[in-house]
């Protein structure tokens, strides 16, 4: 999950910013997950230990809701349609459940990796 990711230089710049965000706009429009009913964090593969350990930590209603989004949007895609408008997730509703939990697993491995690897020198008096 950790890519490297230009979000904290462009947020910075307020120029750059507002530049970019109708491109972001157009690009995940484009994606077209979203007329599935699809939000972005559903995208990420559950192929990693992290994401498997993030998925138990997600709340059971928020869990219930993430595989009925999948199970919709997988018929969906078999019988090749689209769902209607009001069923397609909105961009206000394309909010991040599962990446700040993917962050906070990743942020407690480097520590527990850090104290693992911490080493203890006796001073001589």
Known sequence: ???PSLVNYIVKRPWLSRFMKPLASWYANAAGYRK???R???LIPEESETV???LKR???KEAYDRVFR???AFQASLAHQ???KEQQTKPEEDVEYLSPIIREIEAEAKERDDLESLS???RKA
């Open 40 to 42: 972005a964090d559903d």
């Open 36 to 38: 599935l009913g699809l």
């Open 52 to 54: 498997l350990l993030a």
């Open 82 to 84: 689209l769902l209607p």
């Open 120 to 122: 203890l020198n006796k």
């Open 1 to 3: 999950m950790s890519q």
């Open 70 to 72: 999948l199970r919709r």
């Open 58 to 60: 997600l709340p059971p």
